[in-house]
């Protein structure tokens, strides 16, 4: 049973540019949540999809767009990039049971933008 | 507002010792408490959870945590730390509708 997969690993972009970054879920899950963790802090939540709909939204601009397909799994989308949009975005998928949600992390896309 | 500190931003113990990393959330309700290790340039895994019950609860790789509702903490402790255990540790708390992760503890492991 593969876990969550992301990719691509790593990528580089320029400022201005835009970036799409891919997650496929563990097998069974519904889920999908989006995370970026900057260097040296924990990861800050940015949007959760679930039946192909965006339900809950952290502190993030609306550069930040997703999807997700009827296959569950999703894409992060981001615009007009900023130098401070480096850093490893990590998907996590979980089962949605009523509101007990454990999460089950990919290994994350390094994104450097220059 | 929802929010999870971990006081220690680094801690060096030597193989063998016992270890405590110390997490303190902020949440009106119940809260659903996690702790991930992550290790360099990997994603998060799991090593436990609280949800209720019993509020000393075991986890993979040797690891506990304890919830103490009266003092909003939930630290994780390990009896004898193995040198593979060096890592980054997260605390994390669930309100059911999103995860809040504290700042994370970066844990050394000397010989």
């Known amino acids: 049973d593969a876990g969550v997969t992301q990719s691509p690993t790593h990528l580089i972009k320029t400022r201005g540019q835009q970036v799409t970054l891919r997650c496929s879920p563990k097998s069974g899950h519904d889920t999908v949540s989006w995370y970026q963790q900057a260097l040296g802090q924990g990861p800050q939540f940015i949007f959760q999809?679930?039946?192909?709909?965006?339900?809950q939204r952290g502190n993030f601009p609306d550069r930040f767009s997703g999807h997700q397909f009827p296959n569950y799994s999703s894409e992060l989308n981001v615009n007009a990039l900023l130098l401070g949009d480096s850093a490893l975005y990590l998907c996590?998928?979980?089962?949605?049971?009523?509101?007990?949600?454990?999460?089950?992390f990919g290994p994350g896309t390094r994104l450097t933008v220059t | 507002a929802q929010s999870v500190t971990q006081p220690d931003i680094h801690i060096t113990v030597s193989e063998g010792a016992s270890l405590e990393l110390r997490c303190n959330y902020s949440?009106?309700?119940?809260?659903?408490l996690f702790w991930y290790v992550q290790s360099p340039g990997q994603g998060l895994q799991l090593l436990l959870k609280?949800?209720?019950?019993?509020?000393l609860v075991q986890g993979i790789k040797g690891f506990e945590a304890e919830f103490k509702r009266s003092q909003s903490s939930f630290n994780l402790r390990k009896p004898s730390v193995h040198w593979s255990d060096a890592a980054e540790y997260f605390c994390?708390?669930?309100?059911?509708?999103?995860?809040?992760f504290g700042t994370g503890t970066s844990l050394t492991v000397i010989p």
């Open positions: 994390a708390v669930n309100t059911g509708n999103q995860f809040y």
């Open positions: 999809y679930y039946e192909e709909e965006e339900r």
């Open positions: 949440y009106g309700a119940t809260p659903y």
């Open positions: 996590a998928s979980s089962f949605l049971q009523g509101n007990l949600i454990e999460q089950y």
């Open positions: 609280y949800f209720s019950g019993d509020t």
